[in-house]
């Protein structure tokens, strides 16, 4: 049936062979399913594409709609998806698991938790050894900022523009982009700071990131020095010296952003900045919810990229290839500080979920992913970058390993975004044609691209040739 279906574009892309067969989709019809939409799903639970699509089952990096049709999965259930949708070896371990024991809390001790945090705990650096499991990245997020302040006594927490840290009522004081803000109070004793973005802010030349392309913009530096990272971490001082008391909590970041479209900082930015944020008592805080468990390929944990150490760690996402769990990973001395009264969490650490993350690091282990990773990432990056030289629009692609962003522009000089309804065009277009892609920035100007991190350099063949056709019909339409 999907063999039969073909996009109404025309492109030369041919959709890589795959032998999995869906089943058959047997559940309410599509129409039937809008009408739950609009009536039962809370309207802030918004859908992608013009007419959402229906999806009824997941093999590695494919998806298959209830029409049987296939997609090359390019945003894994927003950086989610880690080792492939239906992992055999992460679906056999939770089966097995379902039917032995789904959940006691932690009141009492159980196999699983056990086995899975000595693991976790083994792929950190000393001395962050201790582990506290959660459900979600913004659980996560909260109880970071909270073992900061509680430790340090500090109330004061940085964090960089553009971030995006969650969206429970604590962390919307650390998530720095308007659409995700309401208007009400959240986020009191959290400052934000210049984003040091190379690409779109004040400052940012040729060499500064850690990826494979850098920038379309010149610069004058001479070896081994960055006029950008300076500029930027005097920028992070004028912060510290006008915004905030002598002593702060903390300092959070990503080591590349996420939502904000794989912005990347300076080589040096995170390491003088946490220098920084430490002789003021501070934490430095690594949200690796989307960085971390081997998807910027070289490192397992993106804050290894920027030859830092942080004193807290974020977790979520990846974690559980789509179960859900997060965790935060410190030192005993910091987790120490929550110890004094009780903190709580019913199901974070549950039998599941532990079994789910085992199995997760096993798979990333015995796939190579982290080297898949690293290997298919420089290649899309650099496959990607061709387009950018090739069309005035596509302004700036970066990332490391399977952290991507093309980020669209009306032209390279003016650096001014692409209007959103040309862009939503080409991600309509990509979407027909099998690829399904994320969005993201503060305009929504960038393409997201963080599959699972299995997808092969055939898939990436397939969808860049996709994503030319679509910029190519953008263009021949425009003239």
Known sequence: RQQKWKSS???????????????????????????????NIAPSLKTYYKRPLLLHQGHMQWLFDHEGRRYLDLFAGIVTVSVGHCHPKVTMAT??????????????MHPAIHEYVEKLASLFPDPLKVVYLTNSG?????????????????????????????????ALGLTSLTSYKHGVANGFGCT??????????????????DSPVQTVRKCSCTEGACLAKDQYIEQFKDTLNTSVPKTVAGFIAEPIQGVNGAVQYPRNFLKEAYQLIR??????????????????????????????????????????????????VTTKEIASSLAQNLHFNTFGGNPLACVAGAAVLEAIEEDDLQKNSEDVGTYMLLELAKLRDKFEIVG???????MIGVEMVTDKDSRCPLPAEEISQIWEDCKDMGVLIGRGG????????KPPMCITKRDVDFAVEVFRTALQRHVNKAA
């Open 9 to 39: 574009l025309s492109t030369h892309a041919k959709m890589p062979p795959c032998d999995f067969v869906p089943e058959k989709y047997e559940s309410y019809p599509y129409e039937r399913m809008q009408k739950i939409r609009e009536q």
């Open 95 to 108: 089966q097995k698991q379902l039917a032995r024991l789904w959940h006691t809390t932690n009141i009492y």
């Open 138 to 170: 913004s659980e996560a997020n909260d109880l970071a900022m909270f073992m900061a302040r509680l430790h340090t006594r500090n109330f004061d927490i940085i964090c960089l523009r553009g971030g995006y840290h969650g969206g429970s009522p604590y």
């Open 192 to 209: 934000t700071t210049m984003l040091p973005d190379v690409f779109r802010g004040p400052w940012g030349g040729s060499h500064c990131r």
């Open 279 to 328: 002789e003021r008592g501070g934490l430095c805080i690594s949200d690796e919810v989307q960085t971390g468990f081997g998807r910027t390929g070289s490192h397992f944990w993106g804050f290894q990229t920027h030859g830092v150490v942080p004193d807290i760690v974020t977790l979520a996402k990846g974690i559980g290839n789509g179960f859900p769990m997060a965790g935060v």
């Open 396 to 402: 700036d692609v970066r990332g490391k390993g399977l």
């Open 442 to 449: 503060l305009y929504s100007q960038t393409f997201r691209i």
